[in-house]
């Protein structure tokens, strides 16, 4: 036996299929009442710009409007189409890295007085000798020792440390200065003042084109020094009873007190000089470097490159364009037309210190768009010059474009005033 639905059910689909009627009686209504409008508009757009064009055409005045509208319209395309230009600003950084794009060598470091360390890892390309008296209490050979003791350090993981002998004498380690050749990349460089110390860390990556070597010349003063050695060859002495698995570490009073290392591969430099050294801490670095591939940034390793993340070292910063000015706060990252490749700084222009804050680099060059934000897929301010802005400044843009509206609302208002005028006489 069939079940027939309850009454209640039959109301409310009758009630339901009244509702949908309705909703599209209302839509249908709307759409021809839209369709109606936009006929009339058109219409009376046609109308009008029938009238406009008899009255330009009985005026002769017909190529000098359409004369107003593509200068106009240049105008308007000359401000929309990107054009590069040439932008500046001041960042202070926990880290940074470089490619120095010179076509010489370049002073990288100058003085540092009071080293307090010196610490090299790394290849390092010329044979190291150090004369003057040895005293080691791991390699009793060294006591008796009157020759020039020669070391090599040919492994990446190699290691040269100078260090005062007595840290509470001032130290008179100096390094006297560090020339980078072209194409030399300074990665990871930083600064912290730690436990009275100013610190600084950077890597050098050499191109392996290059013949020559950067070179670090070093001052080893008068006073005993000591010296660490890890990863080494020795000669000039009879090693047999010496084991090199082993740091070897030794006093030296220096006789030959200059130290020049020629450093070729991927090296790590660490230094540490006093907080009260005679110099100041930004006179170190040498102005103007020609630069590429510029980065504010590190990578975080996890041990899985899927799982590595790239995190801002920005702290705080200002960059100007096209006279727009940016502010840029911290953690946020600073790129160019694509997220994925960095802005194009063709100069950093000085390095200071800020014992508070890191590093403040002063930058230069040259781009179509600047973007920043906290990600680098979604960034939330940009700064974008176009051709006209090579031309004007902002502010004459800004009247030129103000001064063409009213002109041309003006213009069309009077057209369409004189054509009706026009059309109504007999």
Not at 127 to 133: D, H, S, W
Not at 362 to 367: A, C, D, L, P, Y
Request: with cysteine.
């Amino acid at each position: 036996m069939a079940h027939r639905p309850p009454k209640t059910k039959q109301k409310l689909l009758s009630f339901s299929i009244w509702v949908l009627r309705g909703i599209w009686k209302a839509i249908t209504t709307i759409m021809a009442w839209v369709v109606s409008v936009i006929k009339t508009i058109s219409a009376l757009v046609v109308n009008k710009g029938s009238q406009v064009g008899n009255y330009l055409f009985a005026k002769k005045a017909v190529l000098f409007v359409l004369f107003l509208l593509v200068v106009f319209g240049l105008l308007c395309l000359a401000a929309i189409i990107p054009k590069t230009h040439i932008f500046e600003g001041n960042l202070t950084v926990e880290e940074l890295s470089f490619t120095y794009n010179g076509g010489q060598e370049k002073l990288f470091l100058n003085s540092i007085r009071g080293m307090q360390t010196l610490d090299v890892e790394g290849i390092i390309n010329n044979e190291i000798t150090f004369i003057g008296k040895f005293q080691s209490t791991s390699f009793s050979e060294l006591n008796n020792f009157n020759k020039p003791l020669k070391i090599q350090l040919k492994n990446s993981d190699s290691k040269l440390v100078i260090e005062p002998n007595d840290s509470k004498k001032r130290s008179q380690i100096d390094i006297e200065e560090l020339r980078i050749l072209p194409n030399t990349k300074v990665s990871e460089l930083t600064y912290q003042l730690l436990k009275k110390q100013h610190r600084l860390n950077f890597k050098l990556e050499q191109n392996s084109s290059q013949t020559q070597s950067n070179e670090l010349k070093v001052y080893l003063g008068e006073n005993p020094i000591k010296v660490i050695l890890e990863n080494y060859d020795i000669s000039g002495i009879n090693a047999s009873q010496l084991d090199k698995q082993q740091p070897l570490e030794f006093i030296l009073t220096p006789q030959s007190k200059e130290l020049n290392l020629e450093i070729k591969k991927n090296n790590k430099i660490y230094l540490s000089a006093e907080e009260s050294s005679p110099n100041d801490p930004n006179q170190w670095f040498q102005e103007k470097f020609d630069t590429k591939d510029v980065y504010f940034q590190r990578r975080n390793r996890t041990g899985d490159i899927s799982d590595d993340v790239t995190v801002s070292t920005i702290v705080e910063g200002k960059i100007r364009m096209v006279e727009q000015e940016r502010e840029i706060k911290a953690n946020q990252f600073l790129m160019g037309e694509k997220p994925d490749i960095s802005l194009d700084i063709q100069r950093i222009r000085n390095l200071r210190i800020d014992p508070k804050k890191g590093i403040e680099v002063r930058i230069s060059g040259k781009t179509k768009q600047i973007q920043i934000g906290l990600d680098k897929d979604f960034p939330v301010s940009r700064i974008q010059g176009s051709w006209l802005d090579g031309i004007l400044p902002r502010d004459a843009i800004i009247a030129l474009f103000s001064f063409g509206a009213a002109t041309l609302t003006y213009l069309l208002g009077f057209l369409i005033e004189n054509s009706s005028k026009s059309d109504s006489k007999p």
